[in-house]
């Protein structure tokens, strides 16, 4: 009598499935642009021949690479661009893990991080923020794990580990560190690309999704050392940057630096803006974000005030029992016309 031929642990391993909100008008759960996609990128786009369907596209986003190495001042052997920088992060925890052996990260965190550990083999170990919302980069140190991931600003927190704090997790790590810089885009706090290209146990991934206004394109990437790109390469596999994701990116990376300035000046107006208008409501205390949007720590449970803003039409991101905090709301951010609606709806929820 055969078993079921599935690994048997993968029913403990969630499933990413975001739940279908009914009568979303404004939608901010996903830290997407809301300002749209970068000008030149989707002029790129509209122009396409067919080859670009017929043919495969570079085995691994050579153009693209080579345009960010050049404006990185790195070789392009030091970049690996991926299906999204999700895809980077799945193929780094891949290319150096020992199956069984830990993955430390920040908890909160990146939600996909655990279930990418534990889709290749390895087993996540949280180790909780430092009250300030910084990464505990002696607690993470002291698991004495071999793969250690930070995201800095952080998804859910929007909070940032000091650039020295970061260096001295990179000097003591005693294996690889894996440095996500998702939300860097909005935050002067620091840019460690080219560091990374300097070590052989760092890899600082970034993504189109965010600030670059092309999440459904699926397109990121990693910077570090020769070597750990290479393996990461060879572990992501050939083709995953699609010809219109390469197109698009080559594109915004030559033309819409200007575009993308401009939208993360508005992104971070807005966040100063919201905040102040949502600081200071009984039960609600605002944490300082840097990324493109705002987290509120909720005295009540989360799921019941992001349904009171889904009857105003408008979709936030509820956690609820994160470590340390509890009960939360993520909120994207959009161009203020827009964004007025969560200020007015937050001013009927919490009179
Ligand atoms: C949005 C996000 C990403 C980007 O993922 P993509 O696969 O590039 O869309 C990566 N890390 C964090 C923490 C994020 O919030």
Redesign the pocket.
């Known amino acids: 009598m055969g078993g079921s031929p599935l690994r048997n642990d993968l029913a403990r391993i969630p499933t990413y499935a975001p739940s279908a909100l009914e009568g979303i008008t404004l939608d901010l759960r996903d830290?997407v642009n809301l300002w749209g996609m970068p000008p030149a990128a989707l002029e790129a786009l509209r122009s396409v021949g067919e080859d670009v369907g017929r043919d495969y596209p570079n085995v691994s986003a050579g153009a693209l690479t080579t345009e960010l190495a050049r404006q990185l001042a790195v070789a392009p052997e030091n970049i690996v661009a991926g299906c999204?920088?999700?895809?980077v992060?799945d193929a780094c925890l891949r290319a150096v893990g020992a199956a069984g052996a830990r993955v430390a990260h920040g908890d909160p965190?990146?939600s996909?991080v655990p279930v990418f550990a534990r889709l290749n083999r390895l087993e996540p170990v949280g180790v909780p923020l430092r009250p300030d919302g910084a990464m505990d980069v002696d607690g993470l140190l002291a698991t004495g794990a071999p793969f250690i991931y930070v995201?800095s600003p952080n998804?859910p927190t929007g909070t940032v580990t000091p650039r020295a704090e970061l260096l001295r997790l990179f000097d003591q790590a005693p294996g690889m560190v894996l440095l996500?810089e998702?939300?860097c885009d909005f935050t002067d706090a620091h840019d460690l690309r080219t560091e990374a290209a300097r070590r052989e146990n760092v890899l600082v991934?970034r993504?189109?999704?965010?600030g670059w206004g092309m999440?459904g394109l699926?397109?990121?990437y990693g910077v570090g050392g020769a070597r750990l790109v290479a393996a990461v390469t060879k572990a992501r596999g050939p083709y995953k940057v699609n010809a219109l994701a390469e197109r698009a990116g080559l594109a915004a990376l030559r033309s819409d630096a200007d575009w993308v300035a401009r939208v993360v000046r508005e992104t971070v107006e807005a966040r100063t803006r919201l905040g102040a208008a949502l600081s200071g409501r009984a039960g609600v205390r605002v944490w300082k974000s840097e990324g493109n949007f705002v987290f509120l720590e909720v005295a009540e449970r989360a799921a019941d005030v992001a349904e009171r803003f889904r009857q105003r039409g408008i979709g936030v991101r509820a956690f609820s029992g994160l470590t340390g905090i509890g009960e939360a709301l993520r909120i994207g951010m959009a161009p203020w016309p827009e964004l007025q609606r969560v200020a007015d709806a937050a001013a009927e929820i919490w009179p």
Request: charged fraction near 20%; hydrophobic fraction near 30%.
């Open positions: 830290n999204g920088s999700d895809d992060i965190s990146f996909m995201c998804n996500d998702a939300y991934t993504t189109f999704s965010k999440a699926r397109l990121g």
